[in-house]
Structures are given as C-alpha cells and as structure tokens.
C-alpha cells in the first residue's frame, strides 16, 4: 500500500503474503508462508523456536524447539502452508549443511552410515540428549535435527551467486540425493536481498505456476492471487528457478503429456524444451539429468571419495559444505554445436531442444540450462550482479571498462546465468512414482 501511495507502482500490480523466517542459527533457517498476521501480538504471531515445553524456571537447560515440534506449529496457521529449508549450503544458517544431514548413500557398505542421519550433538543445539549410544551419526528418527516435514529447498541466495560452485557442486547435487530418497521436494532459488546495490531484488527468482498472470492478460490485477492456490504450486513443484532465464519442459508419451511438478505414466517420452533469456542473462547449455547419483569427491582435488570424502565423519561435519561430482544424461551446448537453433536478436537469446528418453525404472528428470565460461561470447551477470567475484581478494587485474569481454571470461569472475526446471516424474511401470532409493530399500521412507 505504502509503495503505490507513493506512486511507485500502480495499484493492483503487486500481491504479498505474510511469512516467518524461523532463525535457530546453531541449527538452521526454515520459512513458513503464507501466515495470518496476528497484529495483536507483540511479534506478529511469529512462533518462537526458543519456547520448548521441556523448559522449566530454574538453573537446567534452556531448550528449544526441534524441527518436528517447530514445523508442526507453523503448520498450525489455517490453510496451506510451504515449509522451505532455506540456502541449504550457506555458512552457517543452512540447516542441512549446520545439522550435518547424511544425502549420500555410498557411505552405507563401508561404513554403515544410513542416508538422512545426522552428525550434529543434539545437546549442542539446545535440544535433549540422544536416548542411548555414543556414536555418531545418529541414525533417522533417533535425532530432533532431521525432519521429513518440509515442501521447499532454497538452493541459493542472491549474496552466494559469485560461486557457482556453491550451487552446482553441492546444493544442486544435495537436492538431487533428497530426490533419489524420496524427498520430492521443490528446489526455490530467491535474492534474499540485503543491500539494494551488491544483492538486487529478484535475482534469483521463482517462477510459480498461477491460473492469475495479467502481464500475459489472464486476471485484471495481482490482487487476484489467491494464496492456498499459489501455495500448492509451490509444493506441488511447479516452479521455475531463475538467475535470468526461463525454461519451459514438456514431455509426450502414449499416455499423455505432462509439464514440470507432473507425473508421466509410462517409460519412454518425447521431450522438448524451450530456454529464452534477456542478452544480460547469457547462457549456451542446457543439461538434463534423470535418477542422477552425485558422488562424494575431496574439496581440493575433486577425487570421488578420497581426502575429505573418504570419511562420512568428516564430509558431513556440521558446517562442512559437502561437493559432488554426477553427470547429466543429456547435454547440449553452443561449443559442440548440439545446441543448433541457438539465437540472439533484439536483446533476447533463445534456445530449444528435443529428445528422446527411455527409462527402465520411475525416474525424475531435472532440466538446468546454464552460461559456462570458456565458451565463445560467454558473460556473466555483471554488471546486472554486482558482486561476482569468486575471491573478493583477488579481482581481475586489467580490463576495459568499455569492452568487459575480458571481464566476463576472466576465471576470478563468477555469476554465470542459470535456470533450473522443477521435475517431471516418469512412471514407468504406472504403479505411481517411487523414488530410487524408496524402492531399493535405502532410503527411511521405505520402512
């Protein structure tokens, strides 16, 4: 309302919701939205995570909510809720990567360390110590850290978009194990804006499926939006993830057609994808990646499960960002030549390609259209993203600022452009989609 008194948008443009950014930081950042506002009380009706029913008035321990208590009572606002697990790889708040979560299944031959179990002390974290044992991880369902109760995992934020190895190498590969284990959660990507100038508003952004859009004609004003539906989109997984392009996915098969956050019945579809994207949001690759199994690899040298990923204990230290090595099904780029209707007139670059795909088993399949630097023309997202210098310390040491072609390519330069399309689900023997390692009997929810 304050901004169209003051003219700067016209009336109708704009909707909001009411959310809670629920700030544990010794475990981890989560958002309920939408809320009711409760402008009666002192702190909107926000839930107070500090406040556990454990607590007593005297010199024992101060505890606090775990994740299944805390989400519960944010779920207790009327009508639907999205429960995110925010910027899962930032140092310290993401709570997957603070909590020492377990996402990979290769550590269970050697060591006998189970998906979805935890390396952080309860005790630590303001929560009641373990029942019995004193080993770690603690398995699923023995540790108030871990919870199965949430809709959303937020890849990155706008202030980590100078590293795209933060989201390529370990919150894209996390989301990918949260899939294989049946998590089927939607991947959001949002600005989390704290200065207007370094961290732009709306970069990334999310893309959300709405039978109301009246930039394109369809509903007269914003004011339209109705927010249980806006909701179940999220959850639902119809969502694009935006650092500048769009996709749009669609698959064919004999039993219909299906766009992302759908199910596909059958083992063979024909896909076809579309990217379009402002000349500012360069990109010249799209990867499509179905059931993949990110491995484990050493922080400095990248050996699958060597150094510091030869040991769960300390690939999934709290606060120890996990990377990953896994390889898309498909790929088509601008350098090989397999991108071949790429194009760039009057301030828009479009892309598109069709495929094929097979499957012997239910499988998700994920596509990410992304810049990659080496490639003729390539850009990054300055000066439309301020900071993107991978080393603040180290910026590039000559370049013309009337030509920034040597800019965009120099290695201490991040911010690549990118895109990520919620997935499609195939069915493949039309049972109802199960997920890799829920059907090989890996995952906790197979139990």
């Not at 350098?335 to 088993?361: C, H, K």
């Not at 370049?399 to 072609?405: E, G, N, R, V």
Request: aromatic share 8%.
């Amino acid at each position: 309302a304050e901004l169209v008194a003051e003219g700067a948008i016209p009336a109708g443009r704009m909707a909001t919701c009411a959310g809670d950014e629920v700030t544990p930081n010794h475990y981890g950042h989560l958002n309920a939205f939408p809320l009711s506002a409760d402008l009666k009380h002192h702190e909107g009706g926000a839930v107070d995570w500090s406040a556990s029913p454990l607590d007593v008035i005297g010199t024992g321990p101060d505890y606090c909510l775990g994740l299944d208590e805390l989400v519960a009572r944010l779920r207790d606002d009327p009508g639907e809720e999205v429960i995110q697990i925010n910027h899962i790889m930032d140092n310290p708040t993401g709570l997957i990567l603070a909590s020492g979560w377990v996402t990979s299944p290769f550590y269970m031959k050697e060591f006998g360390v189970a998906p979805l179990s935890s390396y952080a002390d309860p005790v630590e974290r303001r929560m009641p110590p373990r029942s019995g044992g004193v080993l770690f991880p603690l398995e699923y369902g023995t540790s108030e850290l871990v919870t199965l109760d949430f809709d959303a995992v937020e890849l990155i934020v706008g202030m980590h978009q100078h590293d795209p190895g933060l989201l390529f190498r370990s919150a894209l590969p996390t989301w990918f194990n949260l899939l294989n284990m049946g998590l089927l959660v939607t991947a959001t990507g949002n600005s989390d804006s704290h200065t207007a100038i370094a961290n732009p508003v709306g970069l990334p952004r999310n893309f959300i499926v709405s039978p109301v859009d009246p930039a394109d004609g369809i509903g007269a004003s914003h004011d339209g939006i109705d927010l249980e539906q806006y909701a179940r989109s999220i959850r639902e997984g119809r969502v694009i993830v935006s650092a500048g392009p769009f996709i749009s996915v669609r698959a064919e098969g004999k039993d219909g057609t299906a766009e992302v956050g759908d199910t596909l019945s059958g083992s063979s579809a024909r896909f076809t994808v579309d990217v379009s994207a402002p000349s500012w949001a360069w990109f010249d690759r799209v990867d499509v990646y179905a059931n993949a199994e990110p491995i484990p690899v050493d922080d400095d040298t990248d050996m699958p499960m060597q150094g510091t990923a030869a040991d769960p204990a300390v690939f999934y230290k709290p606060y120890h960002v996990p990377r990953y090595t896994y390889q898309p099904a498909k790929s088509f780029s601008l350098r090989d030549g397999t991108l071949a209707d790429w194009t760039e007139e009057g301030g828009v670059i479009t892309a598109g390609a069709s495929f094929d795909l097979t499957v012997g088993e239910d499988t998700w399949v994920v596509v990410v259209a992304r810049g990659t630097p080496g490639t003729g023309g390539y850009r990054s997202l300055f000066p439309i993203v301020t900071d993107v210098l991978v080393d603040r310390a180290k910026p590039p040491a000559t370049y013309d600022p009337a030509d920034l072609s040597r800019f965009h390519s120099d290695e201490r330069v991040g911010a690549p452009a990118w895109a990520i399309a919620n997935p499609i689900y195939m069915d493949a023997d039309g049972g109802g989609f199960t997920a890799k390692h829920v059907r090989e009997g890996i995952s906790p929810l197979a139990r």
